[in-house]
């Protein structure tokens, strides 16, 4: 890796050079808030080999799932495949989410694990973008490493700086008047590691929900 690689050019080659990055299983922060919510339709960015995005799926989520790699984008649509899942319910998209755009607006958006080291990501952006794909009544939850995890090789992350939940919460830079915040904490929890070992990881959790009520256009108000 040189100074010229690029975000994509270096998750394309980390999961290109692997049979298998992450360990396919639903990420459990997700899955507690999920299971709490009517399935509709969900976002999920930042989606890897589509671990979190076939299990909303399986759900009963109408779910779209973007992801910087062609090649993760690839494993995702073969688990989903694999689970039965078809293009209907699960619609996977390979872009850079500094860039990706819809018109769709989402019940659950979704970013799990939204880390790029040694080569940096416009993260914070990125969840600001996220919130703007949150429908009224809508969820956005962002779940983070607080902490470098155990399997990370830490002369990669060295200089690193790991969110905490205040600055997550303060980087979206969100209107308190039309969202409203349900968790904004670290958590401890035990999994279990890419490689199936064990480990106790500190989650950054920040959960906040759009109002449902739409507020009035004073734009024209504005202008005369």
Do not use: K
Request: contains cysteine.
């Amino acid at each position: 890796m040189d100074d010229e690689t690029s975000a994509a050019e270096f998750w394309e080659a980390r999961y290109a050079d692997s049979d298998r990055v992450w360990s396919g299983r639903v990420n459990g922060v997700l899955a507690d808030v999920a299971s709490t919510l009517e399935p509709a339709r969900a976002l999920d960015l930042g989606c890897g080999e589509g671990g979190d995005a076939v299990w909303l799926a399986t759900q009963g989520w109408d779910v779209t799932a973007v992801d910087l790699s062609p090649t993760a984008i690839d494993r995702a649509r073969a688990a989903a495949a694999a689970r039965g899942i078809d293009g209907d319910r699960l619609h996977l998209v390979a872009a850079d989410l500094a860039a990706w755009d819809t018109d769709e607006r989402f019940d659950l958006v979704t970013c799990s694990y939204l880390h790029s080291w040694p080569i940096e990501i416009p993260r914070e952006a990125i969840l600001r973008r996220a919130a703007g794909f949150v429908d009224h009544g809508g969820a956005l939850l962002i779940t983070a490493h607080a902490a470098p995890p155990p399997w990370a090789e830490q002369h990669l992350n060295h200089g690193y700086t790991f969110p905490t939940p205040e600055s997550d919460l303060a980087a979206l830079d969100l209107d308190l008047d039309d969202w409203e915040v349900l968790a904004c904490e670290r958590r401890e929890r035990e999994t279990m590691g890419p490689d199936g070992a064990p480990a106790q990881v500190d989650d950054s959790v920040v959960l906040v929900r759009r109002s449902t009520a739409r507020r009035p256009d004073t734009t024209r108000e504005e202008e005369r």
